[in-house]
C-alpha cells in the first residue's frame, strides 16, 4: 500500500474525502480504520465520519475480523459492497449497440445487444432504450446511471468525418440529452477509449497502475492516457487519437483527409479490408484456425503489417508519453493481439525499452483480460467512476449529471 495523501490539501469537504474513503477501500479490499488513517492522510474522526456515512448508505460494509493472539477487539475491517448498486453500460459501433447491467465490482449481471442502424437518430435512441429497458427489468441494486461509450473524435474537429470506424452523423450528441430525459437517470458518456481505459483502471488489468497509455483495438484503433488514475482529454476531448497520426509516408488514403494513418493498418476494419469481406462480417472471421494454418495470404500479410505498425505505436507513445505500460484492449479478438504482439518483437528501442534492466517494470504491454467487452464495462464504468474516484474538479464545480454520494445520504435511492 502506499499513500495516497490527497485527502491532506483539502479543506473540510465531506463529500470529497467520502470518495478518498470509499476509493481506498476500493482498491485495497478489507481495511480498517487505522489502514485508512495511516493511508489517506485524514485526521481519524474524518475517516469515522466517512465511514459512518459510507456504510449508512449501503455503499460499505463491515464485519469483524477474526481474534488474532493479541490483546483487545479484533478490528473491523470495511469492504466495499458490491450490491449497492449498478450501472449500465452501453457501447455503440457502427451498425451495433451492446448493453450490460454491471454492479460496483465489475460483475457482469446481464448483457444484451442488438443490430443499430447508428446513422438514424431515432433508431438509435429506441435501440438504447430497448437495452435499458431490459437490463432495468433484470436490476435488483440501485441504479447509479447509464454510461455511454462511442467511437471518437467527439464534436466538430477538423477531423469530423464520417468514416466506416465512425458513427455517422454524430457530431451532434443530444440524443444523448433525450435518453437521459426518458429514463430519468444520470447519463455521462466518453470515447469508447476513454472508457476502455477508465475501466481498466477501477476493474481490469490497470488497477495497479497509476499511469499507463491504454490502445483501443477495435474496429477502429484509439488511445487513452491515465495520468494519476484519470484520464487526459485533451482541449475538446479528443486527446490521444492514435489511429489518425499518419506513419506511413506515402501510405492508405484514410478517411480522415490524411494519408498513412496508423488506424489504416492496425484496426478490425483494415483487416476487413484486407480479407475482403465488410466490417460486420469481420468479427465471424475464424481467426484461430487461420492463425493455426497460417495458409491464408491475405491475412498472414496483414498481420505482418499490422505488426509492424504496433511497433511503432509502442515506440511513439513510449517515447512521447514515458507511460509505466501500455494496455491493449478493444473487442479485437485476444488472439489475434497475441499474435500482432508476437510478431512485433522485439520491439524498437524507446525512453522505456532502452533502459531494460535493473529497475524496468517486468510488463511493457500488458493485455485487457476482457476481450470484446472492454467497451461495455468501460462505459458502464463511467458512473461508477464519477461516484468513486476523488478528483479536484468535483470540488470546483458541480455538474449537472454529478454522481455524489452526499446526495444519497438524503434520499433513499435514485432509481
Ligand atoms: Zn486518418
Known sequence: MRSTGRGATQQSSAPYNRRVVLDFIRQHGAVSRKDIVDMVSLSPQTVANSTNDLEAIGLIVSRRLKAEKTRGQPPIAFELNPDAGAAIGISLEPGRASAALVNLVGDVRLRVDRQVDTGDRSAILAGMLDLVSQLRKASRERLWGIGVALPGPLGATELSFVGPT????????????????????????SVDSVAGALGETLFGVAKSLDNFFYLHFGLGLGGALVVNRAAYHGANGNATEIGHVPLVPGG??????????LERYLSMHSLAEA????????????????????????????????AERLRDA?????????????VIGGSAPKPL???????????????????????????????????????????????????L??????LQQERRTEVDVADLLGHPGIK
Not at 488514403?253 to 498513412?260: F, S
Not at 491464408?296 to 500479410?301: E, H, K, V
Not at 500488458?366 to 458512473?383: E, F, K, R, T
Open 314 to 326: 509502442v515506440c511513439l507513445i513510449e517515447n512521447m508519453l514515458d507511460p509505466r505500460a501500455i
Open 252 to 261: 492508405r488514403p484514410c478517411y480522415c483527409g490524411n494519408a498513412g494513418c
Open 389 to 394: 474516484s476523488p478528483r479536484l474538479e468535483v
Open 337 to 387: 493481439v497475441e499474435h500482432l504482439l508476437a510478431l512485433a518483437q522485439p520491439l524498437r528501442h524507446s525512453v522505456r525499452g532502452g533502459l531494460a534492466g535493473a529497475g524496468e517494470p517486468a510488463e511493457r504491454i500488458v493485455l485487457s483480460q476482457w476481450q470484446d467487452d472492454s467497451s461495455i464495462l468501460g462505459a458502464a464504468v463511467l458512473p461508477i467512476y464519477e461516484m
Open 166 to 189: 465512425a458513427l455517422e452523423g454524430w457530431a451532434d450528441l443530444s440524443v444523448l440529452d433525450e435518453l437521459r430525459d426518458i429514463t430519468g437517470l444520470p447519463l455521462f458518456y
Open 275 to 306: 480479407m475482403g469481406v465488410d466490417d460486420k462480417q469481420v468479427w465471424a472471421l475464424p481467426i484461430e484456425q487461420l492463425l493455426r494454418e497460417g495458409t491464408n495470404s491475405a491475412f498472414t500479410a496483414w498481420c505482418r503489417e499490422a
